[in-house]
């Protein structure tokens, strides 16, 4: 996990490297162990004001589309630099008319040892068709508890940054300062 600092300098090296104009707006920017995901707002499609949802769907998809092909040399670079400074890779998504669009991102294998219970969620999930393999299942209970724990998730990370925030004012701050 990055410290506080680690965050904004972070987020403040990306900003300082996209172009102008790039997006409307920096909405985001995470990183893990692995990966440092950069996400923007772009403008919403314009669309007749009685357009139908489907219509609205399809201008955003098409905005998206635009935007990624348009842009992926620029972005290029700028990841480059990036996976070069902090030794991730970086990914992109987009905000556009209420909907966050992911581009390609990395998918890390993850190890873990499960008793016999926690197994048999698994195999249930699986023979209900909700995954296709264990791992596929392991993906959706982190997805399912990530959406209902949010609030609980928000405060543990706001916990652990004043942890972090503490133990930067400690006595051992000024001795790795020397």
Known sequence: M?????RDELRGWVAGRLPDGLFTELVEVTADREEITVIGRIPDPQVSPGASAVEREAAREGRVAEFRSRTRDERSHVAR???RRFR??????????GERTLFTHVAAPVMTRLRQPER????????GGV??????ALAWCVRLVRRNAD???TEL?????????????GPDAAARDD
């Not at 990055?2 to 680690?6: K, P, S």
């Not at 048999?120 to 023979?127: P, S």
């Not at 995954?131 to 596929?136: E, L, N, T, V």
């Open 88 to 97: 991730r890779k970086v990914s992109w998504g987009v905000e556009c008319g």
């Open 151 to 153: 609030d609980w998730l």
């Open 157 to 169: 990370r706001d916990s652990l940054a004043q942890v972090e925030r503490v133990r930067s004012q």
């Open 81 to 83: 630099s990036a996976e």
């Open 2 to 6: 990055l410290t506080e600092r680690e």
């Open 120 to 127: 048999q969620v698994l195999d249930t999930l699986i023979a």
């Open 131 to 136: 995954a296709r393999s264990r791992s596929d």
